[in-house]
């Protein structure tokens, strides 16, 4: 666009809102209060959760930046927020961990999840002093809508996709995304229909027939019909909703054992063939602060671990030990287990994010599955220790309204004949919470994202010390140790390189520490300014590619005059960067 159209176009945009005060006005709807406070009992759109994100900036502009990573399949922003004390040092010169959610469409959970995580990260730092020492030291990425395009039209249009809106011909018949389910009642949800058929697979319920009961074997009493989604057979193949929106799973679409459609469902054409994911790797692969993935998903109420992507026979055991012990922390914050994402010694995933941050980063992953399912909010009335859908119906019914299940109620298909349309609202009654619970279930999640943000390599540089050798040069030494948990090259994948024949190694996948002389009327004798100074060790117990915590390394210098003074920048990629002060040789 030129200036002139530019301009021109501004007068117009300029002219409409005056004529039309009303969009503008609902425009300045402020979602967080003047306190920083948000109502999280809500799902957000992407424009409303980047809304959320912008007015937290504007009254934290001292701990956050906010920028868009890449834009979406369909022109969206992809937004990430970046928090950390700035003026204890950039983001980029911290340990860091990256946060997302909704990379799955419906899994709105995982947004929300992320989005709090920002929230709660903001008014913790300066009254919590777990936060406030986290923010001072590590920095933390949060990218709450990965995929901006399938939550919205999951949240606003009650659609069910895998992932992104980028059409696939899943039908094959040429054309794609022709046949989705559809609200065909315009209650504003697409629910189920029950179609009264002998032969179906289904009972209702005598003690209530509102609730339906799975019978494939036909073992029960009651009148029998076909469950199938809300829609119509649109393209006249003879199946309804069979070829819907999008069909690409963006968390199998990443480089690291990527395979084809026909061996992994949702592959996409080829890795990264996503903005969405593209977005992602390019990120990452510029930020080598990050040591720990959080990658947000619902349901089921527990964590993936690695294994992912990869059959368990071939995960190195002694990283497995330490991801064991880290997942520890989350059953005992959460009351919720830890499980391996691959547990087939043959079949398994293929193409995730945490298997490409593992094998590609040497990072620890992890993939929360939120939501346990109604037992986290429905009342267990009889006490037998399980959910029934009769008592899911009685909660919702007395409790919530009887919002979330749609009444069954006739309806003429233009294909089926009569039928009924209803059901649960499933998206928030299982796969999510009721809105109603939904802070309580980001709100627990919590204590173990700090914990991990907490495990991160931290390097201190001491020194540095300074030794005249007598012929007017003088040694100058400086010790970086690493007072983090996690080692330098985060785990043992990290520290895999190419051993050369001098012993050394190349070419690793977390590039060692390093430590840099700058210096003021001083000249460097020896070499370089820039030393590699090694990995370096954490406080954990199971690793054990690097053994020493601490490394010195030395220059030989010699005054010229001036300022005669040197000082030490020092740091990892994954450990930070720290800076000593100026010290004059002497
Ligand atoms: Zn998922």
New binding site residues.
């Given amino acids: 666009m030129s200036r002139s159209t530019h301009a021109a176009s501004v007068a117009l945009i300029l002219s409409v809102v005056a004529l039309a005060p009303t969009p503008a006005a609902s425009q300045a709807v402020s979602l967080v209060g003047t306190d920083g406070s948000v109502d999280w009992n809500r799902f957000y759109t992407a424009a409303e959760t980047n809304q959320i994100l912008g007015e937290l900036h504007t009254l934290y502009p001292d701990l956050t930046e906010l920028y868009s990573i890449g834009t979406s399949w369909r022109g969206q922003p992809l937004m990430l927020m970046e928090i950390t004390n700035e003026t204890t040092g950039p983001a980029a010169e911290k340990p860091a961990l990256y946060v997302d959610g909704g990379?799955?469409a419906g899994?709105l959970t995982?947004s929300a999840v992320a989005t709090y995580f920002v929230g709660y990260l903001l008014d913790g730092y300066g009254r919590d002093p777990r936060i406030t020492a986290l923010l001072d030291t590590r920095a933390v990425y949060v990218r709450p809508k990965f995929n901006p395009d399938g939550s919205d039209i999951a949240l606003i249009d009650d659609q069910f996709l895998r992932s992104t809106t980028h059409p696939v011909d899943e039908d094959e018949d040429g054309v794609a995304d022709e046949d989705p389910p559809q609200d065909l009642n315009g209650d504003g949800w697409i629910t189920q229909m029950r179609v009264p058929d002998a032969e179906g697979g289904w009972v209702a319920d005598p003690a209530d027939p509102r609730s339906m009961v799975r019978d494939p074997r036909h073992e029960r009493e009651g009148r029998r019909y076909r469950v199938l989604r809300e829609g119509i057979d649109d393209d006249g193949d003879g199946a309804i909703d069979e070829d819907g929106i999008g069909g690409i799973d963006m968390?199998r679409n990443f480089p690291r054992n990527w395979e084809r459609e026909h061996i992994q469902n949702g592959a996409g054409d080829y890795p990264l063939s996503e903005p969405e994911t593209r977005a992602a790797v390019a990120f990452l692969d510029a930020h080598p602060n990050v040591t720990g993935i959080i990658h947000g998903?619902?349901s089921g109420g527990f964590v993936y671990r690695l294994p992912s992507a990869s059959p368990p026979s071939t995960f190195p055991s002694i990283d497995l030990q330490l991801i064991e012990h880290l997942g520890e922390e989350y059953t005992r914050t959460t009351g919720r287990p830890v499980v391996p994402s691959s547990t087939d010694p043959t079949e398994h995933r293929y193409g995730t994010l945490i298997s490409w941050g593992y094998w590609d980063r040497g990072i620890i992953g992890w993939v929360p599955?939120f939501v346990p399912g109604p037992e986290a909010w429905v009342t267990d009335y009889d006490g037998d220790g399980e959910i029934s859908e009769a008592e899911s119906l009685r909660f919702d019914d007395e409790e919530l309204g009887g919002r979330y299940f749609a009444d069954w109620a006739p309806f003429d298909h233009p294909q089926l004949g009569r039928v009924e349309i209803g059901g649960w609202h499933a998206k928030f009654w299982g796969q999510n919470p009721p809105p109603e619970f939904l802070e309580a279930e980001t709100a627990a999640q919590m204590p173990w994202y700090v914990y991990i943000a907490e495990q991160s390599p931290l390097i201190e540089v001491a020194g540095p010390r300074v030794t005249a050798l007598g012929d007017g040069t003088f040694r100058v030494e400086t010790t970086l140790s690493n007072t983090g948990y996690l080692p330098t090259t985060l785990t043992d994948r990290g520290a895999v390189g190419e051993v050369r024949e001098d012993g050394g190694v190349r070419a690793q996948v977390v590039r060692p520490a390093w430590a840099t002389l700058e210096v003021d009327g001083v000249d460097i004798v020896d070499g370089m300014a820039r030393r590699t100074v090694g990995h370096l060790a954490g406080s954990n117990p199971y690793l054990q590619a690097v053994a020493e915590r601490a490394r010195t390394v030395s220059w030989v210098v010699r005054p010229t005059g001036g300022a005669r003074s040197v000082r030490v920048v020092g740091g990892s990629d994954t450990g930070g960067v720290h800076r000593s002060a100026w010290t004059v040789v002497r």
């Fill in positions: 990379i799955h899994e995982g968390n998903h619902t599955e």
